[in-house]
């Protein structure tokens, strides 16, 4: 971290020099804004107060910020077919409830993605729109058109706005292992899954990584969540540089932490701004969150891997041609996001990253990063393949851990 000593216009003009910096390098990079006018529908609010509004046997239901322990208290004494009635009254709040059984939450999202599919199929051909809205429009479509194909597993979604979403691959509720995806900036629905850059996207990532871990341990049970349900920064803005939407999404990434499988050990996989908000987040993870690896990190808004107060192993990786290596880290006055994870002085344990090639290539099929993120997943450490500048990054750690 640079040092404090300096004069406050040292100060000043190094902050200044630093953000040009990282706007020339997103303007360059592919960190593009996606300019979305989000449409009329009814909002997460409204769904909130008929919530809210709602009575079971003159009993008001749960407060949807309620622990996930709560949640999952009040659906078990309602019983399967309560919670179908809930879920078709209000899927919208069902389907994005921490603590609610997650085959409620699958089927309460395929009722809020099939409103939500005919709803946006009706404007596509709307002369009232702009060509770019009627564009946007056949996207959203085709988005919620494959969200909907049978073998699915949504396990978050809301389609306000640019959207959010999470998407389970394998048995959640019965997995020993889960493994949490959190990507960057640019994140919404229309770039959940991508056809060109198919691996730089949070549904192509899980699965990579899905089918990765299946190949490193075949009969560990793990499931694969690509989550994209937080507010991402878009494009090359103020919120790429500060942590306000980092601190908003640690709050929604600690809920689904602490509403997954007590028994299950998790990892976080986290990507690009997806690391900053898994730095903010760790002091407040549950223990069974054991390892945090970040991979094209701009830093965790900290100084060091022991500032996060987590008893997570904190793992980190970068590309030798990810340009994220280039934007200065340090953090001055809330802007910028701190000490760079792969130096060695931060501490973390450091992983080979061979074949990524770039910022966006870290779950391509056939690299070591995406090796090392299966052997994460599923405990195997001594398969861990370490970066030169720790060559014993998995010291410490006896064999293959868990089930």
């Given amino acids: 971290m640079t040092s404090v000593d300096a004069s406050p216009a040292f100060?000043?003009?190094?902050?200044?020099?630093?953000?040009?910096v990282v706007f020339v390098l997103l303007s360059i990079?592919?960190?593009?804004?996606i300019r979305h006018r989000p449409e009329p529908w009814p909002s997460r609010e409204s769904a909130l107060a008929a919530w809210a509004k709602d009575r079971i046997d003159h009993r008001p239901l749960p407060d949807p910020d309620a622990p996930a322990r709560t949640i999952?208290?009040?659906?078990?004494?309602?019983?399967?077919?309560?919670?179908?009635?809930?879920?078709?009254?209000?899927?919208?709040?069902?389907?994005?409830?921490?603590?609610?059984?997650?085959?409620?939450?699958?089927?309460?999202?395929?009722?809020?993605?099939?409103?939500?599919?005919?709803?946006?199929?009706?404007?596509?051909?709307d002369a009232r729109l702009s060509p770019e809205g009627r564009h946007e429009a056949r996207r959203r479509v085709d988005r919620f058109a494959s969200l909907m194909r049978p073998g699915?597993?949504?396990?978050?979604?809301?389609?306000?706005?640019?959207?959010?979403?999470?998407?389970?691959?394998?048995d959640l509720e019965h997995a020993r292992r889960v493994s949490v995806i959190v990507p960057g900036v640019d994140t919404n629905l229309l770039t959940f899954q991508k056809t060109n850059g198919r691996y730089g996207a949070p549904a192509g990532m899980a699965e990579a990584l899905y089918a990765a871990e299946r190949r490193t341990s075949p009969r560990a049970r793990v499931a694969v969540i690509a989550w994209a349900d937080y507010t991402a920064p878009v494009g090359i803005g103020?919120?790429?540089?500060?942590?306000?939407?980092?601190?908003?999404?640690?709050?929604?990434?600690?809920?689904?932490?602490?509403?997954?499988?007590?028994?299950?050990?998790?990892?976080?996989?986290?990507?690009s701004y997806g690391s900053v908000l898994c730095g903010v987040a760790a002091p407040r993870l549950p223990a069974r969150v054991t390892d945090l690896a970040v991979a094209g990190s701009p830093g965790?808004?900290?100084?060091?891997?022991?500032?996060?107060?987590?008893?997570?192993?904190?793992?980190?990786?970068?590309?030798?041609?990810?340009?994220?290596?280039?934007?200065?880290?340090l953090e001055v006055g809330g802007v910028g996001h701190g000490a760079d994870p792969v130096a060695p002085e931060f501490g973390a344990r450091l992983l080979s990253a061979r074949g990524a090639l770039g910022h966006s290539g870290y779950f391509a099929p056939g690299t070591q990063s995406l090796g090392n993120f299966a052997a994460i997943g599923v405990g195997a450490y001594p398969r861990l393949v370490c970066a030169r500048a720790d060559s014993a990054c998995h010291d410490g750690i006896s064999g293959t851990e868990g089930p």
């Fill in 11 to 20: 100060v000043a003009t190094r902050a200044l020099l630093a953000l040009a």
């Fill in 152 to 170: 699915r597993q949504v396990l978050a979604f809301d389609p306000t706005g640019s959207g959010r979403a999470a998407e389970v691959l394998g």
């Fill in 238 to 271: 103020v919120d790429a540089v500060t942590g306000r939407l980092a601190a908003e999404g640690a709050v929604r990434l600690i809920g689904l932490t602490d509403s997954l499988p007590p028994r299950a050990r998790v990892a976080l996989f986290c990507h």
């Fill in 72 to 125: 999952a208290a009040f659906f078990a004494r309602l019983g399967p077919a309560g919670g179908a009635r809930l879920a078709a009254r209000h899927p919208l709040v069902v389907g994005n409830l921490n603590g609610a059984p997650v085959s409620l939450r699958y089927r309460a999202n395929r009722f809020t993605l099939a409103h939500a599919y005919a709803a946006e199929r009706g404007r596509v051909d």
């Fill in 300 to 329: 965790m808004r900290v100084d060091r891997a022991a500032d996060l107060d987590s008893h997570a192993r904190v793992w980190a990786m970068r590309d030798a041609d990810d340009w994220i290596a280039d934007v200065p880290h």
């Fill in 29 to 33: 990079t592919g960190w593009t804004t």
